[in-house]
């Protein structure tokens, strides 16, 4: 992650301003309030503004006049009894708005979460900063021979090395393209006298999918939830799942009752289908079950015994 001098500074004058309010705050998040929080090689998550807390999502539940006099306990079994029952219209209380750097591939994938409202950087406006994400080497892995939309063996040697040539090499050289056709630099000084240059709505088609772009993200509590739960889960994409780790964290500050009732019953659980409960239930019994009487696909039960460790 690289920060220019002056957005070091910007962010710095920013965490030295304090305001008076009568809202609600919660010290912990405030701690990282417009700190860019290091993901991938170059990539950021900060939180940028945010609004309401663990009391508001209990406040709303029980429609109160003030921030109630409950104790911590029944405000975390309320919290629970919501997450559990799926009574979701209490965590759209809260908002969080967040500044993400990521790569425009990652953006592609995180940009189908429709229920946020979104600014990106402007490349028509500005030039994109020369910036690429390379794979860490641990990160370079074969195709899954499992499971078509995943990672198998980490690439080893010789291998690994011509691919992550190829990586940075492709990046560089298209970006170095991009710069010729714009006839600016990076600051957005002529390379070469004498010529006009391609407009920078029309340069950037050229550039590889690896180069880093921006946006501001706010969404409210429920929805945050929602693509946390897709997106950091083990199945999603490493490179955005990193993401999603950074942002969770942020709940944990944020709204840490929520977050607890978060993991516990959407991360941490799993959802049974009728046939799926009913195998529970005879493995409950002491009775033997096995796929073919189970009436569930062989996929179905491969994910079923994982959930439950059993072997296959
Ligand atoms: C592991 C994984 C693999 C994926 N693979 C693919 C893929 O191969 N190809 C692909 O195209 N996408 C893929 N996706 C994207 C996925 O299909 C969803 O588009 C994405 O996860 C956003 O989910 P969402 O629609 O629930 O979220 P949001 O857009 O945030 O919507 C939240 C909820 O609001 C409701 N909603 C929002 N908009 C509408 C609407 N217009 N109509 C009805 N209800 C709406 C729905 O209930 C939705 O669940 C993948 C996602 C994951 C996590």
Known sequence: MTLSREQQAEIAAQREA?????????PALEEILYQPLPVLDHGFVRVIDYMGDDGAVVQAARV??????RKVSEDRGLVNYLMRHRHTTPFEMCEIKYHVKLPIFVARQWIRHRTANVNEYSARYSILD???YIPAPEQLAAQSRSNRQGRGAVLEGAEARRVLDLLRGDAERCYADYIEMLNEDETGNPVEEGRQGLARELARMNLTLNVYTQWYWKTDLHNLLHFLSLRADPHAQYEIRTYAEAM????????PLVHDAFMQYRMGGVHLSEGGLAVVRKLLRGEAVDQAASGLSAREWRELMAVLGRPL
Request: proline share 4%; aromatic share 12%; charged share 35%.
């Open 18 to 26: 304090e305001t008076p309010t009568r809202r609600a705050t919660v």
């Open 248 to 255: 969770l964290e942020t709940v944990k500050r944020w709204v």
């Open 130 to 132: 020369k910036e690429f």
């Open 64 to 69: 109160s006049y003030g921030r109630g006099t």
